[in-house]
Nanobody
Framework: VQLQASGGGLVQAGGSLRLSCTVSGSTLGITVLGWYRQAPGKERDLVASISRTGNIIYRNSVKGRFTLSGDTIKGTVALQMRNLRPEDTAVYYC??????????????????WGKGTLVTVSS
């Protein structure tokens, strides 16, 4: 499984950007697709994600401004970002969670990450 992300760039505060991510390889075991972000000197945090059942969650600071769409079976996820703020500046990473069976038949989970894409919001 590999993730190919696109989008990002420089935008003024109040502007919009769209991030897209496509999964290559088998998507049968993927249970969650989403976007994380990491600002300089800070930890990587969840921005939004969609589960196989279509449940979408957002971090509080982006609710009402960001919209996630995607499909774990098709292996696509996109993040439409509106009314961007300087505090949204970060490297954004596409993420996929995959369930698989280990050699004992137990279900385990692992993460795949795309290359980060920089979003810079100027004030």
């Amino acid at each position: 499984v590999q993730l190919q992300a696109s989008g990002g760039g420089l935008v003024q505060a109040g502007g919009s950007l769209r991030l897209s991510c496509t999964v290559s390889g088998s998507t049968l075991g993927i249970t969650v697709l989403g976007w994380y972000r990491q600002a300089p000197g800070k930890e990587r945090d969840l921005v939004a994600s969609i589960s196989r059942t279509g449940n979408i969650i957002y971090r509080n600071s982006v609710k009402g401004r960001f919209t996630l769409s995607g499909d774990t079976i098709k292996g696509t996820v996109a993040l439409q970002m509106r009314n961007l703020r300087p505090e949204d500046t970060a490297v954004y990473y596409c993420n996929a969670e995959e369930d698989y069976s280990d050699y004992e038949g137990d279900v385990e989970s692992r993460d795949y990450w795309g290359k980060g894409t920089l979003v810079t919001v100027s004030s």
